[in-house]
């Protein structure tokens, strides 16, 4: 038999909210989050408790 739903499965996709990353001072854009050194401007690094981490390549670097 035939299996019934027929959708797709799996998780959906979470689309971040972009305003999070950014703050305008004094009509400048100021970016709140660090670019990552390796992958290069435009992508963001995470911040963690103890650390920064790129979800693209992998590379981490500790809070100081």
Request: include cysteine.
């Amino acid at each position: 038999m035939a299996k019934k739903g027929g959708g797709k499965g799996g998780k959906k996709e979470f689309k971040k909210p972009v305003w999070k990353y950014y703050k305008i001072e004094s009509g400048k854009i100021v970016r709140l989050r660090k670019f990552c050194p390796i992958c290069g401007p435009g992508v963001f690094m995470a911040k963690h408790k103890d650390r920064w981490a790129c979800g693209r390549c992998g590379y981490t670097e500790p809070i100081k």
